[in-house]
């Protein structure tokens, strides 16, 4: 594959609310004068996607394989640690960084927005 051919993606499913918001987020940081003043929204918002992309990829097929309850928690359990370890890591490093870098991150959420259509 080169540079302009389409990369396989694989997307994941997450609700309308997190949608808008991430939309409403996006656009707020991106006509900003100070995007640095939306680091921590940024930060908590790439924290939601993590998790909602954490449930649809993992949480969810292990349901719809109805695996039982004492794997389910156990998935669940997991997955809640792990939240809890990357969610300061995440805030940390976007609260960290600069107009510009904001704005790639902002820029790449969109683009993977717009993968799956």
């Known amino acids: 594959m080169n540079a302009s051919s389409p990369q396989p993606a694989l997307r994941f499913c997450y609700a309308a609310e997190l949608h808008a918001k991430t939309l409403h987020l996006l656009e707020t940081l991106e006509q900003a004068k100070d995007p640095t ?67 790639t991150i902002s820029g790449y959420i969109r683009q993977l927005m717009s993968a799956g259509h």
């Open 37 to 103: 003043q939306h680091r921590s929204a940024l930060g908590d918002l790439v924290v939601e996607l993590t998790h909602a992309g954490l449930d649809d990829y993992f949480l969810k097929p292990l349901q719809l394989a109805k695996v039982g309850f004492v794997v389910q928690q156990t998935a669940n359990l997991g997955i809640a640690g792990a939240n809890r370890i990357m969610a300061p890591m995440i805030r940390t490093i976007i609260g960290r960084l600069d107009q510009a870098q904001l704005q």
